[in-house]
């Protein structure tokens, strides 16, 4: 796959492969005049993230090819090397017990629960980058 250079190290990078939340994704990040990148597998997220060193990674747990648990370990694993952390945001349905522990010990920095929508993005966003939403992507 090939991913746009001019989105490395300043765009958000959304691993989701439900379509209904791929078009959340997009409108809010779209009204917020964020790069960004909306990707549908784990193996696309790792593959992106080695590409555009992105500056935050929402990634959804259950999807194919590779989950996001396994995404998440994979680029835990490569940063050990780097010395680098990319915050990464794990969005996931499951609501059972012991999954939020299971998705911060694979090495996400934050939990969200679906269903996903607008200000839960944008209120994770700020948390992470800062207010400053556009200083802190460009
Ligand atoms: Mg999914």
């Known amino acids: 796959m090939d991913f746009d250079l001019n ?12 379509e209904v939340n ?19 597998d784990g193996q696309k997220a790792l593959d992106a993230w080695k590409a555009l060193d992105p500056v935050l990674i929402f ?10 648990i396994e995404a998440i370990k994979q680029i835990r694993e ?3 090397t780097t010395g680098q952390h990319v ?13 939020k522990e299971r998705m911060l ?14 200000m839960m993005l944008l209120e994770k966003i700020k948390e992470i980058l800062g207010a400053d ?3 802190a992507i460009i």
């Not at 990634?59 to 996001?68: E, H, Q, Y």
């Not at 010990?105 to 607008?118: F, M, Q, V």
């Open 59 to 68: 990634m959804d747990i259950s999807m194919p090819v590779m989950n996001g």
């Open 133 to 135: 939403l556009t200083k």
């Open 78 to 80: 490569i940063e050990k």
């Open 22 to 40: 791929q078009i959340i994704l997009e409108h809010t990040l779209l009204e917020q005049d964020v790069p960004f990148l909306i990707v549908d």
């Open 7 to 18: 989105l490395k190290g300043k765009c958000i990078l959304s691993a989701e492969d439900n």
């Open 87 to 99: 915050p990464i945001a794990a969005l996931t349905a499951h609501a059972l017990t012991g999954d």
């Open 105 to 118: 010990e694979a090495g996400a920095d934050y939990y969200l629960t679906k269903p996903i929508n607008p």
